[in-house]
């Protein structure tokens, strides 16, 4: 598949099918909508901006209602069905939901329960404080005293206590300490003394890291006064959960106030639609893109509404780049999640999604190399695409992984990768011994950890061989978009060399009979490259050495090639963490009693811990090849994403 043609258009129509021209619009999501600001004045007029605010702050209202509300619904399963409704059902609905009130009762609600909660936070801290002074025998009225003399609540640490006692009768025998609590850390007093004194007490208190208490003025005793504020307490806790128990009843309201969101999702796109539209006082006009086989059906659905409208394919100006919509097949348009992780391709420029799709599932499984883990994530993602609604975007990313744990079955049983386990571990019907005397599983071809050697030569020849696909791709692109002699004598020389060493190397290996000829290849590129390559030099000699330089770009591609070498790396580390938890699991099982849960335990759980830490791994490093070793070869990315006017939903699923 390949980049899909779009075409730029210019519609112009009478304002009075505006709102229902912007309606189709929005309903067909093929029409990627420019600003027209250089052309038109694109002003709101005050029924559109009324139209506007109003629909912003009852999205807002939605939005609050959704939030506050979420905690308190009734639980659906681990996997509730999604709201699935059509369009037509969705704008119903949404035109019922009483938003006003129900925003009232979440806001007095939740009001009620921040109002008793932040009073509670502070009764609590004033809790702590009058814990140590509950045995007070008087009231804290006039707590500081009077003219004549001063009394201090302080805490008083332990150690402290008895230098303070003795500091404080020095000064001054008319004094009083009253020791109201202790424990091991602090002690709890009351200092009264003459107010004449008060500077030198407060200074002793300070030397010895004494804490002055700030305790309420109240006519009651302070164990009273404990109890009336954890009344006040208990009466908050009330508040909140009656509070709690009415939002519980208006979160049955939950999917309505979902449905009505996505409405007003709709809504608000549409209306700000405007301030890219050009306006006169009898016309609009729109200026956009639109996929070129989508243009005759739209225009049929337009006329049913007026056909007082002019819809004509315009010239991008010069600097204007189109925006693009990679289409894919439904195969591999699971693997479009890559692409865009990358960024998008000019417009100009090759799709590589179907390119990197088969070698980015071989690298992934290359990278897992274990059957036993290829069939669970087969079947979880298997499950979950069957029994599970998904969103596009995740649907697409669950397909991927999918058709990871196909790719990975299969390289898994051609390794031998069963949960870590050898070959000596399983029933001998399983197994078969090679000619040298080595004992493998059935069907399996190649041990990964005895022979790393053959692996890594298998993760270079693969390498090798995206690489010399990327380049070719760069041939391609360059041979149709640009100058086509400069094609063939820059990129085409290069595929022509690499593709000579290929031949030759396999020749060299025997794997085919053109060693010879591989030889012969290889001479006549590095001529290509000399002949061809400096000829934008000015003399004779400058082009010679430019030509003889450029043979040096040879080290940047083997060192490319050298990056697919960590794809032995990964696979090494699965199997070696798998033999790692069986060997804890056969120590774990030798426990007397338990040993056998405990093994079992060892055993799901390793094993699980192994997949998921390596599935991610083998995902970004599968995925960090596509990006930098082959990408970098044809494309230079940076396209801009076609984003038509369309209804977006978040939590509804819009059945077809």
């Not at 609050?64 to 059902?89: C, N, Q, R």
């Not at 045995?135 to 001063?150: C, E, H, I, P, V």
């Not at 060299?508 to 290849?521: D, Q, Y």
Request: with cysteine; charged share 25%; hydrophobic share 45%.
């Amino acid at each position: 598949m390949a980049i899909a043609k779009v075409k730029k258009v210019e519609f112009i129509a009478s304002n009075q099918h505006k709102k229902a021209i912007l309606e189709e619009i929005q309903k067909s999501g093929v029409f990627h909508i420019s600003d027209i600001s250089d052309d038109f004045e694109t002003t709101i007029n005050d029924n559109e901006l009324s139209d506007l605010q109003q629909s912003e702050l009852l999205f807002a209202n939605a939005n609050f209602a959704i939030k506050v509300l979420t905690p308190y619904e009734k639980k659906k399963g681990l996997f509730p069905d999604p709201i699935t409704l059509t369009e037509e059902e969705l704008v119903e609905k949404a035109k019922n939901v009483n938003i006003k009130d129900i925003t009232k009762k979440c806001t007095e609600q939740e009001d009620a329960i921040i109002k008793a909660k932040n009073e509670n936070a502070i009764l609590n801290e004033e809790l702590k404080v009058l814990e140590p002074w509950k045995n007070l025998k008087t009231s804290l009225k006039n707590r500081n005293g009077s003219d004549n003399y001063a009394s201090i609540f302080v805490l008083i640490k332990a150690t402290n206590y008895e230098k303070v006692v003795k500091d404080v009768i020095e000064i001054t025998n008319l004094s009083s300490i009253e020791k109201v609590s202790d424990n091991e850390k602090d002690i709890a007093a009351v200092i009264i003394f003459d107010r004449e004194y008060e500077k030198e007490i407060k200074k002793i208190l300070v030397d010895n890291k004494a804490v002055e208490a700030e305790l309420p003025e109240t006519d009651t005793l302070v164990k009273d006064y404990i109890h009336n504020t954890k009344e006040k307490i208990h009466s908050n806790e009330k508040q909140i959960k009656e509070s709690e128990k009415e939002l519980e009843k208006l979160a049955k309201h939950l999917d309505d106030l979902k449905i009505l969101h996505d409405y007003l999702l709709w809504d608000q796109d549409k209306l700000n639609s405007n301030r890219k539209i050009g306006s006169t006082n009898y016309t609009f006009a729109i200026k956009g893109w639109m996929p070129e086989k989508n243009i005759p059906a739209f225009k049929e659905k337009l006329q049913k509404i007026s056909n007082e409208f002019e819809l004509t394919e315009i010239t991008p100006t010069e600097n204007e780049t189109a925006p693009v919509i990679i289409k894919n097949s439904r195969v591999t348009n699971p693997f479009e999640t890559l692409t865009k992780m990358y960024g998008l391709p000019k417009y100009n420029e090759l799709d590589p999604t179907p390119y990197l799709s088969i070698f980015f599932v071989i690298y992934f499984a290359l990278c897992l190399t274990d059957a036993g883990y290829g069939i669970l994530m087969f079947v979880a993602t298997f499950m979950a695409l069957k029994f599970i609604k998904l969103g596009e975007g995740i649907k697409k990313l669950v397909r991927l992984l999918m058709y990871g744990g196909i790719f990975t079955t299969i390289i898994g049983i051609l390794f031998g990768g069963w949960f870590g386990l050898t070959a000596e571990e399983v029933p001998a019907f399983l197994t078969y011994t090679t000619a040298s005397g080595e004992q493998f599983f059935l069907l399996q071809q190649i041990n990964a950890v005895t022979n790393p050697l053959a692996v890594l030569i298998l993760s270079l020849a693969l390498g090798y061989l995206q690489i010399l696909v990327g380049i070719f791709m760069k041939f391609i692109h360059d041979f149709k978009t640009g100058n086509k002699l400069d094609a063939v004598l820059d990129t085409g020389t290069w595929a022509f060399m690499l593709t000579g060493i290929a031949v030759f190397v396999l020749g060299a290996a025997g794997v085919l009979p053109t060693a010879e000829i591989g030889k012969w290849w290889v001479i006549a590129g590095a001529a290509l490259l000399i002949l061809t390559q400096g000829r934008a030099s000015k003399n004779i000699v400058g082009k010679f050495f430019t030509g003889v330089l450029s043979l040096y770009g040879l080290v940047g591609y083997m060192s490319d090639v050298l990056s697919y070498s960590r794809l032995l790396a990964l696979g090494l580390a699965t199997a070696i963490i798998g033999l790692a938890v069986n060997v804890i699991v056969n120590l774990a099982g030798g426990i007397p009693y338990i040993g056998w849960l405990l093994a079992a335990i060892i055993f799901v759980g390793g094993h699980l811990f192994n997949l998921l830490i390596n599935t991610l791994g083998s995902f970004i490093h599968s995925g960090r090849l596509q990006f930098v070793e082959f990408f970098s070869k044809f494309m230079e990315g940076g396209g801009k994403e076609f984003t038509p006017l369309e209804r977006k939903t978040k939590y509804v699923f819009i059945k077809q």
